[in-house]
């Protein structure tokens, strides 16, 4: 598929995006009037703060999740912000250990920390089931927060999941190169969203990340599931969808390709049908309440 078209838009979101497309959903201007949820700081013993945003709203509510090294201030989260704001809906999104504003050390962050860090919102944060939207790492950690928290997943959005890539990767690299790695202590990933033009992960990490695999076996949730993916994502292959498409027990599951679509996903038409989405879901689940 080069891409789908979801049919069911209601009024206000045909409103907003008829105005301007995503150009109406632009970060935090409504009518001329700025909207922009406050940074408020949630504490956790013995743990760092985390630094969130939140709209109180309508239930299903929706909570974002960034990739690695991201923030809550990007441009698909902002857009998910407003785009829930116009609907009545809550909204919520935050910064990882070690991300943004949140406190703690980066480099000293886990699949597992971070993994954390989502239960604690979704449990001490969001008021009911969520509608979770996770973006590459956030993604992977979507998954492992649906496996874990059931009860608080309504709905699944990946924007290209990066579930298990980092230790995949790192396993069907030569025996050679393996060794050469394990040796040195720290894989290097090229990518364009890194200063340097890398990112850098240690063995420690990648061994970390192994324990939160999930598609060595089905995953266990039944709920909607949309993974969105563009076929041009030179960090996280489209394929790793496809491999969450069919590892996912849910029988509602949706698989969106942008033919031209990079790993951000963050042009105007990628945040269009993100928002596109994530409406179809809210109609959905609301209907079937």
Known sequence: MAGVALSSCRKGLFNVLR????????PNTFGGV?????????????LPKLAYRTVKGKSP????????????????????????????????????TGHGLSEGVFSEGTIGTWKKDVLFVLDELAEGPQIMVGSSMGGWLM????????????????????ADHLVTAFKSMPLEVRKEIEEKGVMRVPTKYSEGGVYTFTVDFLKEAENHCVLQSPIPTTCPVRLIHGMKDADV??????????????????????RNG??????????????YTVDDLIDKLTTLV
């Not at 105005?19 to 632009?26: C, D, E, K, Q, Y």
């Not at 700025?34 to 013995?46: H, I, N």
């Not at 923030?71 to 857009?79: P, R």
């Open 19 to 26: 105005n301007g497309g995503v150009a109406a959903l632009s």
């Open 34 to 46: 700025r909207w922009k949820s406050s940074v408020q700081y949630v504490a956790r013993p013995e």
């Open 61 to 96: 509510g929706v909570v974002f999740l960034p990739g690695y090294g991201s923030n809550m201030n990007g441009q698909k989260a902002e857009a998910l912000e407003e785009f829930c704001r116009s609907l009545g809906h809550s909204f919520l999104r935050f910064d990882y």
């Open 143 to 162: 998954l492992l927060a649906a496996i874990a928290r059931p009860e608080k997943t309504a709905a699944l959005v990946g924007i290209s999941t990066a």
């Open 237 to 258: 292959p489209w394929h790793v969808s496809m491999q969450v498409a069919e590892s996912v027990l849910s029988a509602d599951v949706d698989v969106i390709l942008r």
């Open 262 to 275: 990079q790993h951000r996903m963050s042009e105007k038409d990628d945040i269009r049908l993100i928002v």
